[in-house]
């Protein structure tokens, strides 16, 4: 069964601490993105990758660190220095930079 | 960076009602989607439009590329319970990298029976 997965689709963690959410995708895109989404709000690009081994700071880095050391997989991590961590991410792919672009099913980070 | 200006911002509605929503920029688009989110779930993308002018429709939803290139609309004709959700439009700016997409705020839809 083609797709995205997030996981998990919830997650709590108190302050200070660094958390990973994962994204993994069998569709055989080579492009993968992290986006951020607050209540009322339209999807900011945390960060973006063309290919493996590669990846490009979005408009609202700070915070966040990613890798991309396969292509099926694009983990991001929320570092204790992000200062307002509790949102939505999404994940998504496409089949190559600048082709429509596909989301996960994302997860709601609670931090406090 | 820069976000879309998407109108309206909420709308009520009635089943069977038609529906149109629109998303304009101030620079020019090689590309507009249009995608739909329900809560708590991630967007799924319902058109996505490459040309300047094309008119696309997806059963009872149709959207168009203005011809500026500035603009896109998604029109909903026959509405049903199930269309309630967020609608976003996203778009390639001419300018800058390919990967990039601007999203638009989104249009809150609701229908009541």
């Known amino acids: 069964d083609g797709g995205i997965t997030q996981s998990p689709k919830y997650l709590f963690r108190k302050e200070g601490q660094n958390v990973t959410l994962s994204c993994e995708q069998n569709l055989n895109h080579d492009a993968m993105y992290w986006y951020r989404q607050d209540p009322g709000q339209g999807l900011r690009l945390i960060y973006y990758s063309q290919i493996v081994n590669d990846f490009q700071k979005g408009d609202i880095a700070e915070g966040y660190s990613v890798s991309r050391e396969k292509k099926e997989s694009f983990p991001l991590t929320v570092t204790s220095a992000q200062k307002n961590p509790t949102a939505f991410y999404l994940c998504?792919?496409?089949?190559?930079?600048?082709?429509?672009?596909?989301f996960g099913p994302g997860t709601r980070l609670t931090v406090t | 960076g820069q976000q879309l200006n998407q109108s309206p911002q909420s709308m009520f509605i009635q089943e069977g009602e038609d529906v149109s929503m629109n998303c304009t920029s101030s620079?020019?688009?090689?590309?507009w989607l249009w995608y739909k989110q329900d809560p708590g779930e991630g967007p799924v993308l319902l058109i996505a439009l490459y040309k300047a002018g094309e008119l696309t429709s997806n059963g009872r939803l149709t959207a168009q590329f203005g011809i500026t290139r500035k603009d896109s609309f998604l029109n909903i004709s026959a509405s049903i319970p199930s269309d309630v959700g967020i609608y976003f439009c996203a778009g390639q700016p001419i300018t800058g990298t390919a990967s990039k997409l601007t999203f638009g705020t989104g249009t809150r839809l609701q229908v009541t029976l």
């Open positions: 998504a792919t496409s089949l190559d930079p600048g082709y429509e672009q596909y």
């Open positions: 620079s020019i688009f090689n590309t």
